[in-house]
């Protein structure tokens, strides 16, 4: 699909678009020892492969009885083995936690609540509800317990281990290059003298990261000429399903990004966004040498507004080629004063959540070329095109990729 560069794509369309792209580009499989599932997507539904738990388990320390008490002790079970049945009435098993219930025994019997006579016989009285897991009762045989696009984590990986994995088939983690454009650009010492500090190179990677790519490198400043842009574009897309590039997104004197994108037969996917702060960002789908395409998401170079192109396009692009589900709709939380709208675009103000995650507070500093308020946000209220939010009112949310323990 083309997109006119004089219609914005809407806010919430242009991260629909991003998805199916993404989406339509995802491939492969690789196989992974769990440890190294962490943060991966399933490939295909993990399914148990016995019955979970797999044996009649005991979940006490005690005794195994078959028939009336008293009992007369005729061996012990530990857990890890396989015990005989248990065959006479009146007869039973000293048994631990963990253990194969023998075949035979009626009921368990814990040892806080038995008494053992003078000749060794056990008397005692089961529990009502039986003291031990019947085979199944957390999964059968072959059920699908995650479907493909779950997300692993480390409880997937347990549930995986528990039922006999020891790999997991995952999907090929996007790989992403950052690419910073702009000769003003400093990357050491204070900013003077019309020259700024490259405050995206730093950061966009672990956002990347943070967003479910691998970073392969980071280069910048690239020198602001067409030759640099196009060499350096090449050079990253050799070794990444992504590019992201930053600034040179308009039409300025130095911005090369469009005419390097006609160089590179590449395709708009999303050509400027009708959201504020952030409406150059474009996403492009450029042929890769194998028939699989390749893209790069242009972010602008006011700084904020890069980070809003990365939660607005390329995010949504990783989960699609990551093979994630990607859940349009957002949480809604609650506007603590009115928030300005942006006309016909989207707005997206920079707030920050009271601990129950509940109220959003707009923070100060949200300038697209400042990073403070960002810096003490938690992620964005959305204000659709033709909105004033008032206060007290229901706005979605979309949370920045923090980690937990960030921003409390
Ligand atoms: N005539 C118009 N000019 C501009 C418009 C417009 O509609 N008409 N839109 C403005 C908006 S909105 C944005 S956003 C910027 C986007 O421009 P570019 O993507 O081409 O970015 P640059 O011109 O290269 O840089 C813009 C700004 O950001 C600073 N910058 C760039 N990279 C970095 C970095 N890595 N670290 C820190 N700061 C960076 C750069 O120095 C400029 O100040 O265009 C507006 N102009
Ligand atoms: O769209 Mo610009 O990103 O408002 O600063």
Sequence with gaps: ?????????????????????????????????????????????????????????????????????????????????????????????????????????????????????????????????????????????????????????????????????????????????????????????????????????????????????????????????????????????ETSDVVCTTGGTMHGPVDHLHPSLTELRADYVVNTVGVRPGFPMLLARVPGPDGRPRFLAGLPGNPQSAVIALVSLVAPLLAGLAGRPFRADLPLVEAATPIPGRGRDTHLALAALDPAGRVATPVGHVGSAMLRGLANAHGFVVVRPGVKVAAGDAVPFLPLPLLPGERT
Aim: hydrophobic share 40%; proline share 10%; aromatic share 4%.
């Design 1 to 237: 699909m083309s997109a006119d560069e004089n219609t914005p794509v809407g806010w919430e369309q242009a991260r629909e678009l991003a998805y199916q792209a993404g989406r339509a580009a995802c491939a492969g499989t690789e196989q992974v020892p769990l440890p190294d599932g962490d943060g991966r997507t399933l490939a295909e539904p993990l399914r148990a492969r016995t019955a979970l738990p797999a044996f009649p388990t005991s979940s006490i320390d005690g005794w195994a009885v078959r028939g009336d008490g008293p009992w007369r002790r005729v061996g012990q079970v530990l857990a890890g083995g396989t015990p005989p049945p248990l065959t006479g009435d009146g007869t039973c098993v000293e048994i631990a936690t963990g253990a194969m219930v023998p075949e035979g025994a009626a009921a368990l019997i814990r040892v806080e609540e038995s008494t053992i006579d003078a000749e060794g016989l056990v008397t005692g009285v089961p529990r009502p509800n039986p003291e031990w897991r019947l085979p199944g009762e957390e999964a059968t045989l072959g059920e699908e317990l995650f479907p493909a696009g779950t997300p692993v984590d480390p409880a997937v990986i347990g549930v995986a281990a528990t039922c006999g994995h020891e790999f997991l088939t995952v999907r090929p983690q996007p790989r992403a290059a950052l690419l910073v454009f702009g000769d003003e650009l400093l990357t050491e010492g204070s900013p003077g003298g019309g020259r700024v500090r490259d405050s995206l190179g730093p950061q966009v990677p672990s956002w990347l990261r943070r967003s479910g790519a691998t970073v392969t490198s980071v280069i910048g400043p690239v020198k602001d000429t067409l030759d640099a842009h196009l060499d350096a574009i090449r050079t990253a897309l």
